[in-house]
């Protein structure tokens, strides 16, 4: 079974909507772009890491570009934070392999320790942009680790928010229609929506 991958984006560009639907791709961008200043950061112990090795980390860092999607299409803060405050969309996508690329989830409340490893510079370079600070884990993101700037998708479905305008609805009812016959189309419910208590992961 094809894991379906959720993109929300608000209405404010249509530009990226567009994109989207008819080139069929997801930007990737630079971990230094995120809104997460705390992107990237790491510990190392002492002599535990060589400047040498710190740097090939820092270079294997600046050479993957991050495309963030979320497991859930149902989250209020996501809605709320990324998709126009319920008035934009989501978009369930497929991911489509391309060699070189890595589909990694996150690990919450995770500190980063690079000690002396085996591994190469790359994968630990990829672990650490795997790992997020727990005051995200409302996001439940899945990366797309790419060495190119775009990310090809099979779109499989459109959420439109609770609060989108009728007028945008019917706008985006019809771009999928004419880009992407047969995908479905539908408007979320307030009653839909999960709570913020509910996006927290029980042990």
């Not at 070189?100 to 980063?112: A, K, N, S, W």
């Not at 190469?120 to 600070?133: F, H, M, N, R, Y």
Request: aromatic fraction near 10%; charge should be positive; include cysteine.
């Amino acid at each position: 079974m094809v894991d379906v991958y959720y993109k929300y984006r608000s209405l404010d560009n249509w530009r990226f909507l567009l994109d989207i639907l008819l080139e069929k791709r997801l930007y990737a961008a630079s971990f230094r772009d995120l809104n997460d200043p705390m992107e990237g950061r790491y510990h190392y112990q002492g002599d535990s890491v060589t400047r040498a090795f710190r740097s090939a980390i820092r270079a294997s860092k600046d050479e993957w570009r991050i495309c963030s999607l979320s497991e859930h299409p149902k989250s209020t803060l996501m809605w709320s934070y990324y998709a126009g405050g319920h008035t934009g969309v989501v978009l369930g996508v497929n991911v489509k392999r391309r060699t070189g690329q890595r589909v990694r989830p996150i690990l919450y409340d995770q500190t980063m320790h690079v000690g002396s490893s085996r591994k190469s510079p790359s994968d630990v370079a990829l672990e650490i942009l795997s790992q997020k600070q727990m005051s995200w884990s409302h996001e439940h993101e899945v990366r797309v680790f790419s060495r190119a700037p775009f990310v090809p998708v099979e779109i499989r479905e459109v959420l439109l928010g609770c609060q989108t305008a009728d007028a945008d609805r019917e706008l985006v009812k019809k771009l999928v229609r004419e880009t992407n016959p047969g995908v479905t189309v539908r408007q979320l419910r307030r009653r839909d929506l999960d709570s913020p208590l509910q996006n927290f992961r029980h042990a």
